[in-house]
């Protein structure tokens, strides 16, 4: 494996590539942002680190695309089933409405019934 470490001379010859800055051990070496340098395992440096929450990283990424399915979707079906569009707009408010009571208010349900009661009872009350 060789270092990461380029020298003036290792530039020559019309390559043109953008680097970064990278402080690696106290000295600052010059590493290819297309990640030509590869960790001790063959990975990009970046990879290691998002390993041990990509699980996390997939849920929340699945979690948006259904919101904003949903809020696609749901003027469309609405209109379709001939709501008007202030009635539509009603809808649409009221999820930001209820977002926000619930960052106001969700702090004291956790301390009245701790977190783990809190989050049973609030998704109990979403999936309904």
């Avoid at 380029?6 to 590493?31: E, H, Q, Y």
């Avoid at 996390?56 to 949903?70: K, S």
């Avoid at 079906?77 to 009571?101: H, K, N, P």
């Amino acid at each position: 494996m060789s270092n990461p470490i380029l020298s003036a001379g290792a530039l020559r010859g019309g390559k043109r590539a953008a680097f970064a800055a990278a402080i690696d051990r106290g000295s600052v070496s010059c590493v290819l942002s297309s990640f030509s340098y590869k960790g001790p395992r063959g990975f990009p440096p970046m990879v290691k680190n998002l390993r041990p929450i990509a699980s996390l990283l997939l849920a929340a990424a699945l979690m948006l695309a259904g919101n904003g399915a949903q809020f696609t979707l749901l003027p469309l079906r609405g209109q379709a089933e001939g709501f008007s569009t202030l009635a539509l707009g009603v809808m649409g408010s009221a999820y930001y409405v209820g977002f926000v009571a619930g960052c106001l208010l969700g702090p004291y349900v956790i301390l009245r019934a701790g977190h783990i009661r809190a989050f049973a009872a609030l998704v109990a009350i979403a999936a309904a």
